[in-house]
């Protein structure tokens, strides 16, 4: 079955893919001619995912689904959270550390988790999928693996960045890896009415 993934990040397409298995083909939005940025204008992770897929939907016809990420850092009463993304690429372009790095310096709670929200659009059904992980942020970037936040976050249970890890033992444990997981056993219910 084709599904188009609101993304054209391969880091998360290749996760997404993974976890999905052979019986989904994963399109992509350039895939579908669908060159331009798309909106992610809501201040919530549920609201952006929605957006997502909804302007993707308009925009091609077909059956979809986006996800949303947030890092949220308990020091920083939840934040970057749905501004992960800007707060990021703010830093990298002023050759800074990664905003929850540089901001819990002498911090002693390094609690944090990931959170992501993947919104599936099917027929005329929106369904939301949530998956989370807590773990903590390292005061040092470790790890060539992976994308965005992952050099700094260690998740519960391990000793290594999700930047240490290889994508198959990320996503045994992660927020998007659990998220998809929801949205993969609703899609083969579905399938099997
Ligand atoms: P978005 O969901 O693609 O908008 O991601 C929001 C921000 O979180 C971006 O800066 C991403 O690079 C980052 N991000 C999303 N997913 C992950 C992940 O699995 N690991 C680390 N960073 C991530």
Redesign the pocket.
Known sequence: MKIVFATN?AH?LAEVQAVLGDAYELVTPRMCGVEEEIP?NQPTLEGNASEKSHYLRARTGLDCFA?????EVEALDGAPGVH??LC?RRSRLRGQQPPAAAQLEGEANRRAR?RTVISLLVGDEEHLFEGVVEGRIVERESGAE?????PL?VPDGCDRT?AEMSPDEKNAV???GRAVRKLAAFLRARGEK
Do not use: M, V
Not at 67 to 71: E, S
């Open positions: 990040n998360k992610e996800d949303d990420t947030g890092l992960s993304a990021l990931f992976g994308f965005g936040y992952d976050f999700f992660s927020h998007r």
